[in-house]
């Protein structure tokens, strides 16, 4: 990342907390809730930071569906979330969701689609990215989540992607059809539990590209941006490189006859 890409970024953070904080105004004033526009996992990390600090703060993380990536910060007023989660609330008054589930399905005989075509062509339409949420892609098509202020214009604009034609509905957010893939076990021998060792092992990097990832800001670890790589995992974490995938230390195997420790990863694609 170059310097004026920095400065970029710490403009665009800077303007992050500002709207966040003017979120927490409204719900506060006007006794309501408000939301965020989506944040990837570098721009939930910063917020919950900054989140944190504030002790008297009543919001939840929601992606529309458990594990999303992609997600609002979704701010409540006093006396909501009494002992349930955000997505939780959502779940039982689908009339405050404000997210909304479009499933595009490929029309019989249309070519298959990635989820760079998916999101292409929504970028395509003039939709911010930051009005997009998780794209979950299958064989027959994708279930798109998106603010619901975008859905009609999404309904009424988005009839193709790549080659392919679409047919849109508008569907439950409890329909969205979310497949995890089945991970691949990978088992590795590593010198310690720090995490630039298991970054290496489970993305077939260096541990130097794992540390460079780590400063760079791509390496996060339970949702949390992760800087340092010496940190010390432990068992059940998750891991998320960008642009690489995720991984979860499934634990400690016993050591090898050289003295390094055994490890179980499981990869996803």
């Not at 499933?103 to 298959?112: C, D, I, M, T």
């Not at 990215?129 to 299958?138: F, N, P, S, T, W």
């Not at 995938?245 to 499981?266: D, H, L, N, P």
Request: aromatic share 8%.
């Amino acid at each position: 990342m170059n310097l004026k890409d920095s400065k970029n970024m710490e403009k665009e953070d800077r303007m992050l907390l500002a709207n966040i904080e003017d979120k927490i105004r409204q719900s506060e004033d006007r006794y309501m809730i408000t939301f965020s526009s989506f944040l990837d996992l570098r721009q939930r990390s910063l917020a919950e930071t900054v989140l944190k600090t504030r002790k008297d703060l009543n919001y939840g993380f929601y992606g529309g569906y458990e594990n999303a990536e992609r997600v609002i910060c979704a701010f409540f007023p006093e006396g909501f979330l009494v002992g349930e989660s955000a997505a939780q609330h959502f779940s039982s008054i689908p009339g405050e969701n404000p997210l909304s589930v479009i499933r595009a399905l490929r029309k019989k005989g249309s070519p298959e689609l990635s989820h760079r075509d998916y999101l292409g062509a929504l970028m395509g339409l003039g939709i911010r990215r930051e009005a997009v949420g998780d794209i979950l892609v299958r064989e027959d098509g994708a279930d798109l989540i998106v603010l619901k202020e975008m859905a009609g214009f999404v309904l009424m604009n988005y009839g193709r992607a790549g080659r392919a034609v679409l047919e849109l509905s508008e569907i439950p957010a409890g329909d969205l059809i979310w497949e995890e893939n089945a991970p691949r076990e990978i088992v590795e021998s590593v010198a310690s539990l720090r995490l630039d060792n298991l970054v290496s092992a489970a993305f077939s990097v260096s541990r130097s590209k794992a540390a460079e990832a780590a400063a760079a800001g791509l390496i996060f670890v339970d949702g949390i941006h992760v800087k340092k790589p010496d940190r010390l995992m432990r068992e059940g974490e998750k891991i998320v490189f960008r642009g690489k995938g995720k991984a979860v230390f499934s634990g400690v195997r016993g050591k090898s006859g050289k003295g390094r420790i055994m490890v179980s990863i499981e990869k996803y694609k």
